[in-house]
């Protein structure tokens, strides 16, 4: 199964790609970034996350997407921003029939880290763990996606199976 993982953003989109074998067996695909040009309109820089983001997704097929539910920090403009960008990435998503998960950001430290309230550091010491990698992904998009895919990898067949199991 191939998982990708998206960190919204208007000025950079974190993306991280991992397969799994089994839950045991997580491998990394890649992780990159999806950059807008600062200075161009926002319905531009919004229309190039949407072309680059579908191109993608048809080369890299994946079977479930994760995104992080949106947590409003103090920064409002910025927080539109991402929302705005997480809309788009929803929208391509749905455009390609792939599911989302959106687990809430507690949801997801506990998963990869094993502690709900987990740091950034924390964060991508396990994912560098997890992942069996030589080095901590760079930039921080990247590795906030990779922890991302990590945990649909972890968590897609488990709700899969529940949701089967609902009349």
Known sequence: MRTIGIDPGLATMGI???DAIDPHTLTVHEWLTIQTRAGVPKEERLK???RDLSAYLKTVKPDVAVLEKIFFGTNIK???DVAEAR???LL???EASIPVLEPTPSALKACIAGDGRAD?????TMIKMLLKLQEIPKPDDAADALCLAAFGALQY??????MELVP
């Open 78 to 80: 910025t927080a539109i």
């Open 48 to 50: 190039e996350i949407y």
């Open 92 to 94: 391509t998503l749905a």
């Open 120 to 124: 950034k550091t924390q964060m991508q």
């Open 87 to 89: 809309g788009i990435a």
């Open 157 to 162: 067949d488990k709700r899969k199976m529940l």
């Open 16 to 18: 991280g790609v991992v």
